[in-house]
């Protein structure tokens, strides 16, 4: 069901007088209005492209409908559409204008296996076993293309010089997508990034999240029959199995805020069988990228002697990796005061009941205030001990100024990779939250093309961050895009 844009949310800013900046609603530039605008009269029709793309939910790499689709909505709208990039058949970027300051936005259109979910407030599989958006990619992809298309026309309209881009970036579950498209230089020339991720509540993402490298190690060994000829036996999984007790020993002496977790894969095919191959799937995590750099090295290690105890050979393979998202002060700050601007939204009585009755599903006090959905967070500093996940946004940052925005997509208490973020993804409530993040995306957008001033500060912040460090990412410079990766 669609509803009007005039009632998909409310513009009136619900803060606490304490959290809103003095006279912040009389204070509305007349160009943000005009966007405001903009993005009101293209509403409907992407919340109903985000609610085609969460029917569609491709995993990662797979996404032919849904990139399809935007690259056609964005040319349609006037854009200039490269496709594919960097080898990656389901990215592209879409471009309007000229010259500088370049300005991106980043799209993103992966689902979830496992997470099929109809629009319901109880679990209920469209396709058991397929694919859902438990992360809600159908309404980031959506969302941004409309702050994109709303941005473009405010630009036409006023005659804005510079040019305004759009990424449509595969496979963030685990794909690295936005890795590959840095290696093949499409961000070089790119002055500023904007982004946003869905969530359950309304705020400035300055910074934060996990850098995490990822990897198969693959041991192979020598089959023999494990009864009558087992010293001829060199087990891959007995590899395995030493390295998984070198990486709990490891535990006690890396940073408390490191994670790493892993499964066996293949652990052989027959208890009579002394295994020849065996593996164990690795995902190491930590705030700081340089320090997942000095604990990675030390996993490799353990993997490497527990190769060497049992006279097996170690293949690393697949080797993923993520960097943490730098933050950016000069940006958050006009983030803040958009997002502020922009106001979140109230429920509908449906939404209401909708909400009310999948926060049953959730744990004992996991339900959020569903009032929360109208308040604007204050800007704060990311702490380095909460918990978080990891996305290639992080590479991006690492390489342009970023900023981000999330906003209440799912309902209060919902976590992102669930059946229940699938749900609230597929429905008005998440739509809601898009349009949202799409106003603040483009209004934001708006006053980095009308300040040049801002851009430089962002750079100069942009190096403040970077302290001298080098990105580096642990992919192998040699090693392509996984197209035949499956998220897990």
């Known amino acids: 069901m669609h509803v009007k ?37 293209h509403a409907a029709h992407f919340s109903g492209i985000s609610k085609t793309i969460w029917g569609y939910a491709e995993l990662g790499y797979q996404e032919q409908k849904s990139s ?6 964005l040319e349609a709208a006037g854009f200039h559409v490269q496709s594919p990039v960097a080898n990656e058949p389901t990215a592209f970027v879409a471009s309007f204008g000229q010259g500088s300051p370049v300005i991106a936005i980043l799209g993103e259109f992966d689902a979830l296996p496992g997470l099929s979910q109809a629009a319901t407030p109880d679990r209920s599989p469209v396709v058991a ?25 405010y630009m036409q309209q006023n005659r804005v010089t510079g040019t305004l881009r759009y990424y449509g970036t595969p496979a963030e579950e685990g794909g690295d997508g936005k890795v590959y498209m840095i290696r093949a230089g499409l961000f070089q020339d790119v002055d500023v990034v904007l982004q946003w991720h869905p969530a359950s509540e309304n705020i400035v993402q300055n910074g934060g999240m996990l850098a995490m490298n990822s990897a198969r190690f693959l041991f192979h060994g020598v ?68 320090v997942l750099g000095e604990v990675w090295n030390r996993i490799l290690k353990i993997g490497q002697g527990a190769a060497l105890m049992t006279e097996t050979t170690l293949e690393v393979k ?27 939204f109230h429920y509908t009585s449906e939404e209401k009941h909708f909400a009310e009755e999948l926060q049953k599903s959730l744990p004992a006090g996991g339900a959020g205030e569903l009032d929360s959905t109208a308040l604007i967070q204050p800007l704060r500093q990311p702490d380095p001990n909460a918990a978080a996940a990891s996305t290639d946004v992080g590479d991006v940052s690492w390489n342009v100024p970023t900023i981000g925005f999330e906003t209440a997509t799912f309902v209060p208490g919902v976590v992102a990779h669930t059946w229940q973020a699938a749900a609230s993804a597929g429905m008005s409530i998440g739509q809601k939250g898009m349009i949202v993040a799409a106003k603040a995306l483009a209004v934001t957008g708006a006053d980095l093309f009308s300040d040049r001033q801002l ?3 962002a750079k100069t912040d942009f190096q403040r961050q970077l302290k001298g460090r080098a990105y580096v990412s642990a992919i192998p410079a040699g090693q392509t895009p996984p197209l035949n990766y499956r998220e897990k």
């Open 5 to 41: 844009p005039t009632r998909l949310f409310s513009l009136a800013i619900i803060l606490p007088a304490a959290l809103l900046p003095a006279g912040a609603l009389c204070q509305q530039p007349a160009q943000h209005q005009q966007i405001l605008q903009l993005v009101d009269e």
């Open 68 to 73: 399809a689709l935007l690259r056609s909505e």
């Open 129 to 153: 076993g397929a694919p859902g958006h438990g992360c809600g990619h159908n309404l980031l992809g959506s969302g941004a293309a409309l702050a994109a298309v709303a941005l473009k026309e």
């Open 223 to 290: 089959a023999a029959h494990a009864a009558m000829a087992p010293e001829r036996g060199r087990s891959a999984l007995d590899a395995v199995m030493l390295m998984g007790s070198g990486v709990e020993f490891l535990r006690e002496h890396v940073p408390s805020n490191s994670r790493i977790h892993y499964i066996i894969t293949n652990g052989g095919a027959a208890p009579n069988v002394v295994p020849d191959t065996a593996e164990l799937y690795l995902y190491a995590r930590n705030p700081s990228l340089v």
């Open 318 to 344: 697949d080797v993923g990796g993520t960097a943490n998202v730098l933050g950016n002060d000069p940006l958050s700050k006009v983030a803040q005061r958009n997002l502020q601007e922009v106001g979140g």
């Open 455 to 457: 851009v430089l500060d």
